[in-house]
């Protein structure tokens, strides 16, 4: 069995207050209605995201070493204009130039794809602002925000990353809820796009979990350009080992092993994952993809492993090879 390298695709890294607070305030009544009785959503407000604040990168770094991760990517949310209605807010452009500075500090660890909202009025010189950073590897984008895929006022962005040899990671998943309309990032809506825009490189963040994963999977069938990525999949495995292992036989049989992605989309932070037992669970399972199991086959090849573990990430965000 091989996947010695491993690249996390899909991780976060941020602070609370980097969070704009109409977000966090739809976080908190999530958090105040989830039993009964039901809370005041004020009295969660100052909790909301707290334990999964990790601005340095100093817990995720060494989540990272404990688990063999050569390096990680941010995908940067753009929830400006939907968090804003009220509160703070922390600008997209400065949202996006931090975690510049964050993969500065922690270089060949971190990469991020810049978060675009592109009902921006300047909309266009954020993405020239961003694209130029170094360690900018892609776009991430968040339909479930308000904005949709196939606007002809966005045109101007597919355009452009792949004039730029760009991807777009697009969450393709109904997790969600209040203050989202998640109906916007079905996987069908990234397919229509794909059609319209054949050459542009597309990630399907979270390959439709759970919901939609055979949609992501069918959606993302034949093009060349897709990669579905398999963020927050350990759920799946945690709970039905030998479901997941079904689940990405047919991912491997319908799209190809080249087109599957890892990621963990975990926000680490002193109450989420702090040491990383979560992500060395969730890559052991993974590894464990090419071996038997349970009387079932291997579901991938060492070198398909490969692939899934870092060989498609390195392709996809132009990453180095090691050396």
């Given at each position: 069995?091989?996947?010695?390298?491993?690249?996390?695709?899909?991780m976060?890294v941020?602070?609370?207050s980097?969070?704009?607070?109409?977000l966090?305030?739809?976080?908190a009544?999530?958090?105040?209605g989830?039993r009964?009785?039901?809370?005041?959503?004020?009295?969660?407000l100052?909790?909301?995201?707290?334990?999964?604040?990790?601005?340095?990168?100093?817990?995720?770094?060494?989540?990272?070493?404990r688990?063999?991760?050569?390096?990680?990517?941010?995908?940067?949310?753009?929830?400006?204009?939907?968090g804003?209605?009220?509160?703070?807010?922390?600008?997209?452009?400065?949202?996006?130039?931090?975690?510049?500075?964050?993969?500065?500090?922690?270089?060949?660890?971190?990469?991020?794809?810049?978060?675009?909202?592109?009902?921006?009025?300047?909309?266009k010189?954020?993405f020239?602002?961003?694209?130029?950073?170094?360690?900018?590897?892609?776009?991430?984008?968040?339909?479930?925000?308000?904005?949709?895929?196939?606007?002809?006022?966005?045109?101007?962005?597919?355009?452009?990353?792949?004039?730029?040899?760009?991807?777009?990671?697009v969450?393709?998943?109904?997790?969600?809820?209040?203050?989202l309309?998640?109906?916007?990032?079905?996987?069908?809506?990234?397919?229509?796009?794909?059609?319209?825009?054949?050459?542009?490189?597309?990630?399907y963040?979270?390959a439709?979990?759970?919901?939609?994963?055979t949609?992501?999977?069918?959606?993302?069938?034949?093009?060349?350009?897709?990669?579905l990525?398999?963020?927050?999949?350990?759920?799946?495995?945690?709970?039905?080992?030998?479901?997941?292992r079904?689940?990405?036989?047919?991912?491997?049989?319908?799209?190809?092993?080249?087109r599957?992605?890892?990621?963990?989309?975990?926000?680490r932070?002193?109450?989420?994952?702090?040491?990383?037992?979560?992500?060395?669970?969730?890559?052991?399972?993974?590894?464990?993809?090419?071996?038997?199991?349970?009387?079932?086959p291997?579901?991938?090849?060492?070198?398909?492993?490969?692939?899934?573990?870092?060989?498609?990430?390195?392709?996809?965000?132009?990453?180095?090879?090691?050396?």
């Open positions: 069995m091989s996947g010695e390298r491993v690249i996390d695709a899909h976060h941020w602070d609370a980097w969070l704009p607070e109409g966090r305030r739809a976080w009544r999530q958090g105040a989830r009964l009785p039901e809370r005041c959503p004020d009295e969660v100052g909790r909301v995201a707290i334990g999964q604040s990790d601005p340095g990168g100093e817990l995720t770094i060494a989540a990272f070493d688990a063999g991760v050569e390096s990680g990517i941010v995908p940067v949310v753009d929830w400006t204009i939907v804003e209605p009220v509160g703070e807010h922390l600008p997209i452009r400065e949202l996006n130039a931090r975690y510049e500075e964050l993969a500065s500090t922690h270089e060949g660890r971190l990469f991020f794809c810049a978060g675009l909202d592109p009902r921006h009025p300047d909309a010189e954020i020239e602002v961003a694209a130029g950073l170094a360690h900018c590897r892609g776009f991430k984008l968040y339909p479930a925000a308000g904005w949709d895929l196939r606007d002809p006022a966005h045109t101007w962005l597919f355009e452009a990353l792949i004039e730029r040899d760009l991807p777009a990671v969450h393709t998943s109904p997790l969600g809820g209040d203050p309309q998640v109906i916007r990032c079905r996987p069908a809506e990234l397919a229509a796009l794909s059609a319209l825009h054949p050459t542009l490189k597309v990630s963040a979270h439709g979990v759970e919901a939609w994963w949609e992501a999977l069918d959606c993302a069938t034949g093009w060349q350009h897709a990669y990525e398999l963020s927050l999949w350990q759920r799946v495995a945690f709970d039905d080992y030998a479901e997941f079904r689940r990405v036989r047919r991912m491997r049989d319908q799209v190809g092993a080249h599957l992605i890892f990621g963990s989309d975990i926000i932070g002193p109450r989420h994952d702090p040491e990383g037992a979560e992500l060395v669970r969730w890559i052991g399972m993974v590894r464990d993809l090419a071996a038997p199991h349970a009387g079932d291997a579901v991938l090849s060492p070198d398909e492993l490969d692939l899934f573990l870092s060989g498609n990430a390195t392709r996809l965000f132009d990453l180095k090879e090691p050396s």
